[in-house]
């Protein structure tokens, strides 16, 4: 099972740019697809993003689509969230999630979750 470890977050202006990522420990990082979600306050855990084992294969939420992008580099056991054109309402607690399947899923059926990083975007 791997160990997930996110970092990358912070305060930025509408607008701005910003990259997460998260670095993963333990065995076989590429046997797991990965997601990003995120909290906002007061709302519940959605899907962002996710990717598949190989990288090959991607898939957005409809309200990041065209703005975010996921990658990994399996050599490097971590996988990234590039953020662009950041808005307000992106304002979120950011998670990184693994599960050892074949499919990307955008439920929260994951195995594994990182402890999370702090998105702000101010206006």
């Known amino acids: 099972q791997v160990q997930l470890v996110e970092s990358g977050g912070g305060l930025v202006q509408a607008g701005d740019s910003l990259r997460l990522s998260c670095a993963a420990s333990?065995?076989?990082?590429?046997?797991?697809?990965m997601g990003w979600f995120r909290q906002a306050p007061g709302k519940e855990r959605e899907f962002v993003a996710g990717i598949s084992r190989s990288g090959g294969s991607t898939r957005y939420a409809d309200s990041v689509k065209g703005r975010f992008t996921i990658s990994r580099d399996n050599a490097k056991n971590t996988v990234y969230l590039q953020m662009n054109s950041l808005k307000r309402e992106d304002t979120a607690v950011y998670y990184c999630a693994a599960r050892n399947s074949i499919m990307i899923l955008t439920t929260l059926t994951y195995d594994t979750w990182g402890q999370g990083t702090q998105v702000t975007v101010s206006s």
């Open positions: 333990g065995r076989s990082f590429s046997m797991y697809v």
